[in-house]
């Protein structure tokens, strides 16, 4: 569809969102990463039954300990659509990157930036 | 039956007389007048005061103590004491600490968990089960001997009940697990309040197909509802509790300021229905924080004067 | 199996907070099933603290392993040629195990990473629910396979109470009431007079009441 969305997206193509591990998405900030989002099927419609169930408690589990740890829960978040919603994917693709930018860049970025100074 | 201790309450039952007993809770404190006035409201209305021991595992003046507290005063009571808060040396011990002073009635229980109580995160013991307590005090009594084996100097001269809870789940059980207490020793039983009575008269019927009305002195649980919000509060939040609905259309059919003296009345037809069951050797009226009515609801039941015995 | 549940993260934050070296080593037997203390947990919990003391600017360096179980000499060895390299050592093993790190690393402080709960069964995933207290005279012969020691929140021999309420137990109506449950198992097995007969009291000794205990089997000592 050629439809515009943010360049600061990088996307990492799944079989399916169940097969993202809790460990891809931490490591991921332990990396620098300012936001990680998962993009499922609609709920009930996951073609492999309940891959995109088991994402979305890996996501509320990340959220949690990325709060406790002082990243911030919200710079993950599981989205869900239908292949052919591609309007809806340009959609989140910015309002992940507006929620991203008003939270700021990765903490640990700026604290190894502290450190060196 | 021939008494075999100098219990009041044991010789009353043993003439053939319908007994009549009631309980006083201690207060949360260490005031004596609060457990002595409450009885001196009702001494003259009943054969002997049940003490809560802890009751709802709220902690309060110990049973123990104001038992003391009514001996002295001339009255008869009777011990309750649950299980969840000592091991056997020191049930033994408070055993023998209520006979130095003379009292002769037990009523041996589980007692509520603690959760419900002031001290959700304490230890409990149920070192063993009621039971398993009333064997105890019977091995006390009449071996005179201890747990381990020695002999005691001047035994207690307990009469032993049990409670036994006919609205419990699961029924199957109500009439075998009194049979079990009656193995076990108990003496006499005071119920859980009544109000199915229908339930009540069935338990009775099978606890008489197995002859243990003759075997123990059944004595009949009864509390005088204030209001139809106690009535529901009850049937709702308490547990092993039946309140048939008929209860509660009778008293919400009735104003609000003639709900507690309607609530005497059903307690008096109680008393009046059940003194005609074969097998019910008296009542056991736990007016909770209103002990003043227990004299009113003993003489409309008939039950007044309270017989003199040997 | 033995049944633990994840400390959560801010206590272990807590308790390393002074270290700049810490090795988290997981367990791969209760707690790996029970999904408290296994390579997955310690893989979760080391990033976890990574990303924390990052976050601080800090530089302190957490590492991960993990060992066939470490209640046994065999397995806790496998570490001795490491471990002089950390200052801390953070165990996801049940309580036992935490013990018997520290009993051996006399030097190097180990803390807790779960809470070990109790002895008990896999329901279903992610519901765990105690089974034996470890009472050390087993009586379930009598009791048709169900203990009223564990599963009865008032460990009655005699029971049920007079709280038992539809089958659940006063104190929690989630709560199977357990002599509800002996009570139904007898009657299946055609032994509901084994309910009449009176258990005398028990014989705690062997219970934690009796003080640490211990088992021995001179039979396979050398």
Known sequence: MRLQYPPNIRILRVPCTGKVDILHILHAFEKGVDGVYL??????????TSGNLRARKRVEQARVILETVGTGGERVQMYNLSSGEAPRFAQIAEEMTERIRKLGPNPITTAAIKIAV | MIPKTPSKLERTLSAGHLAVTSECGP???????????????????????????????????????????????????????????????????????????????????????????????GQNVYDMDSMQLVQTVRHMRDEGRFLGGADIERPPKMFVGAAENPFADPFSIRVPRLAKKIA???????????YNLDKFELWMKQARDRGLHEKVFILAGLT????????????????????????????????KERQSEEGIKICVESIQRLREVDGIRGFHIMAIEWEEKVPEIVEQAGLYPRPEVA | ????????????????????????????????????????????????????FLNQGRNVRIDEANLERQCDHEFLEELRDVIGEYDAVVSLACGVGVQFMAEKYTSTPVYPGVNTCFMGVTERRGFWTERCQSCGRCILAKTGGICPISRCAKRLLNGPCGGSTNGK?????????????????????????????????????TDRAGGPRKVVREDVQL
Not at chain 2, 84 to 111: E, T
Not at chain 2, 184 to 194: D, K, Y
Request: with cysteine; hydrophobic share 40%; proline share 4%.
């Open chain 2, 27 to 121: 207060p949360r404190g260490s005031d004596p007048e609060v457990i002595r006035s409450k009885a001196l409201k009702i001494k003259d209305h009943v054969d002997a005061i049940n003490v809560t021991d802890n009751q709802t595992s709220v902690t309060r003046l110990c049973s123990l103590a104001s038992c003391i507290h009514l001996k002295l005063m001339g009255m008869e009571p009777v011990l309750q004491m649950v299980t969840r808060d000592r091991n056997r040396i020191a049930i033994q011990s408070d055993i023998l600490g209520a006979a130095s002073f003379d009292i002769h009635n037990i009523l041996c229980l589980s007692g509520d968990h603690q959760i419900f109580g002031d001290c959700p995160q």
């Open chain 2, 184 to 194: 076990a020793g108990a003496e006499f039983i005071q119920t859980q309040c009544v």
């Open chain 3, 1 to 52: 199996m033995i049944v633990a549940e994840k400390k959560p993260i801010s206590e272990i934050i807590e308790t390393i907070r002074e270290h700049s070296k810490v090795l988290l080593v997981g367990c791969k037997e209760c707690v790996t099933v029970c999904e408290a203390g296994g390579m997955k947990e310690v893989g979760v919990l080391a990033s976890a603290l990574r990303l924390y």
């Open chain 1, 39 to 48: 993009v499922g099927c609609i709920e009930g419609d996951c073609h492999f």
């Open chain 2, 224 to 255: 005088p509802l204030k209001s139809v919000g106690m009535a529901r509060y009850m049937k709702t939040r308490v547990p092993g509790m039946d309140v048939p609905d008929e209860l509660i259309k009778r008293l919400s059919g009735v104003p």
């Open chain 3, 169 to 205: 137990c006063e104190i929690n109506k989630e709560l199977d009431c357990a002599w509800q449950l002996i009570i139904d198992r007898l009657t299946a097995l055609g032994k509901f007079d084994l309910y009449e007969e009176l258990v005398p009291m028990k014989d705690w000794s």
